[in-house]
């Protein structure tokens, strides 16, 4: 018991008890439980990818839609896109590729 008393004599007395309840309150919301601060701040990380990853795909999207619009309606842009990605050529014609290192 006399080592209690002299640990709280020369440590603990000169602290004051709402101090060390805050301590302990900071404590225990970093390191306890699912909902912790440490855990809450990567799962906000996680959903700010996860959103960003969002925009990206919207954006794609978008622009393979207006790909896709102007492949249904211009005959030009679909015998663009024919010979650029499918390398078709018609019958008197022929294909050079040029390849850029």
Same mark, same amino acid.
């Given at each position: 018991m006399k080592r209690i008393k002299d640990f709280y004599n020369n440590y603990l007395s000169r602290i004051n008890a709402y101090w060390l309840v805050t301590i302990g309150f900071l404590i225990l919301a970093f390191t306890a439980g699912d909902?912790?601060? &440490?855990?809450? &701040?990567? &799962? =906000?990380? @996680?959903?700010r990818s996860l959103e960003k990853e969002i925009s990206y795909y919207e954006k794609e999207i978008e622009e393979n839609r207006k790909k896709l619009e102007?492949? =249904?309606?211009?005959k030009e842009g679909l015998e663009r896109f024919a010979?650029?990605? &499918? @390398?078709? @050529?018609?019958?008197?014609e022929d294909i050079y590729l040029v390849r850029k290192k």
């Open positions: 909902s912790n601060l &440490y855990m809450r &701040y990567t &799962y =906000q990380e @996680k959903i102007d492949l =249904q309606t211009n010979r650029e990605e &499918y @390398k078709m @050529k018609r019958p008197n």
